[in-house]
């Protein structure tokens, strides 16, 4: 039911695709965060509009809220949201350490209070499989525990529950039509991520996550850390970045043979008015925008920019229309997956290699110009 | 360029067609209101969706952000918020005495305070047509003055001043591409609102507007005025029963030969949780519905039916996620065009006025059954 085929190489970037239950995956791929089952401001019909194919979704929100039996009763998250292409849920993992209040952590499990309520529940890898299975996306994750980065003890036990956790994962795992990835941990730490990563490589699951980046350490790190662990998973499996990133992220994982990406960062930046741009990242709250008749870009092909100004957009940012959100959304998040698909047709004809300072350059730029900017939204 | 062609009577009610610059106008028509140049949290597509044609923008706030003379530069309001369908713009009379802190009112004009910085600013008759010119709607109105409906010597007062006000904007007006509709006034009194009629229809304007109702006097008031004003209307020019309504209220409107309305509240009611469905009203937010399979309204064809459940809505609601707004929002302005269309074609059949017992009926069940709600919503 899950098949993975490279159609092409180029240095250690792949394409290829990745065969699920709701159709297939081209990879690499940017994949929009749908954390409460729903893309934020966006319909499905907007999504399929700027050629969203996988849209990841959490499995601690939708646990908590409606809950994943209610989910399950109206046939899983693909028919409750009306998403027909291929979803993956996390395992609530990041969550839960992240999120929720915790209280106790063992191997077992972990008690944590919700932060809608202060309720209490408890998780184990088991009750994580479970819920995946009620809300029954293509893809799903073996539960895990992200450590602080820079702790390298904590960051050993952290990783070696992981390793357990992956364990009762995949014995816990009923479902044919799923296919369930582990997750590389290990923090900054080369040894731990190298032993990580052929731990989980021999699990022989049909795909391999990293976990635990894009959390604190520095680009350098976290290129450091792909640097190690891609080289020791196998090929014929898709390698997915978690929680990653900007599209600076995306180049330099792909260019180091990261196959599946997910990120809130274009739905976050749209709602705080600030747009992916050929000349930056652009507040289109500034006032220089007010009489601007451009598109946020003019070469992008989404319905924003085939529409809009920039001065009506800075006019609805203005006067609070929500619109602002919805029309900011769908230009990052195309702008997003048209980079994916320049990437994938660069790696098909052999190009991407030599194009990837220019790339760099390219969205490098856009990042520095109005990075104050960016600092605030990123915080908020 | 502007013309009126009625193609079938039934007692009182009409349909027929509006030509406009930017198309025809089939009425009785509903005109979704966008009140800062977007229907809030909807995109002109949504809009065609649902079969949307007149829409609806007002003069105060456009004058005050993002300015009439910045929508001029982009070519006016269609060309600015891409909406290329008929369009209406208010004089801005209506939200200078409601919204703005008013300082001072003579027969030359109105200083007020904006709401938004306090800052001064002046409207004559004069003025609001030269704003409305640069806004360029196909629909303009005459300035006029809204009295409270309960004091009869300030009525008249108000309804005179009007009547100077719309020679005044008739004079001022200069663009042959948009029709300007004068507005009768005279509060709840039936000897000034007979008057204001026999005056504004002297004036020839390829319209009229029916002002100074739902403005807080009873449904018997408003339908009590209308049976004064709508027979010394001539036949042959369009009526425009503004700010209204509810869908009683477009029922009552259409069977006393109003043919144009436009009112907030399906898209207000949408963003508080309030769907209009065969059974009544629904709060949408109610425990009731956690499990709901079925859409809002099974014969109903807009996307948000078609495609969603009442869970996955409520969910949405209870998650406080923007896009239940939309889904709503296109639900209950679907709802309301939808009414209209059915009334169009029973009126061309000779069937409405056997109807309108029955249509009274089905909506205002609708009402009543979740008044509470309604209450709460509209007092919001």
Known sequence: ?????????????????????????????????????????????????????????????????????????????????????????????????????????????????????????????????????????????????????????????????????????????????????????????????AESAKFIASLGTPGIAIGGLSVGETKDEMHAMLDVVTPLLPEDKPRYLMGVGTPEDLINGVARGVDIFDCVLPTRLARHHSAFAPEGRLNLMNAAFARDPNPIDETCDCYTCKTFSRAYLRHLIIAKELLAGTLLSIHNLRALIRLMESIRGYIADGTFEARVPELLEQWSNNAKRLNDDEQKVEQD
Chains 1, 2 share one sequence.
């Open 1 to 193: 039911m899950f098949s993975y085929k490279i159609t092409a190489r180029n240095g250690r970037a792949r394409t290829g695709t990745f065969s699920t239950p709701h159709g297939d995956l081209l990879t690499p791929v940017f994949a929009p965060v749908g954390t409460q089952a729903t893309v934020k401001t966006l319909t499905p019909e907007d999504l399929k509009g700027i050629n969203a194919s996988l849209v990841l979704s959490n499995t601690y929100h939708l646990y908590l809220r409606p809950g994943d039996d209610l989910i399950a009763e109206f046939g899983g998250l693909h028919r409750f949201m009306k998403w027909p292409r291929p979803m993956l849920t996390d395992s609530g993992g990041f969550q839960v350490f992240s999120l929720a209040q915790t209280r106790k952590i063992d191997d077992e499990g972990v008690t944590f209070k919700s932060h809608i309520d202060g309720s209490t529940h408890y998780f184990t890898p088991e009750r994580s499989i479970r819920i995946q299975e009620n809300l029954g996306a293509d893809i799903i994750m073996a539960f895990d525990e992200c450590s602080d980065p820079n702790d390298h003890d904590y960051s050993r036990v952290a990783m070696e529950r992981t390793h357990r956790w992956a364990e009762r994962s995949l014995r816990a795992k009923r479902r044919a039509d799923q296919a369930l990835f582990a997750i590389v941990q290990g923090g900054v730490n080369a040894d731990l991520r």
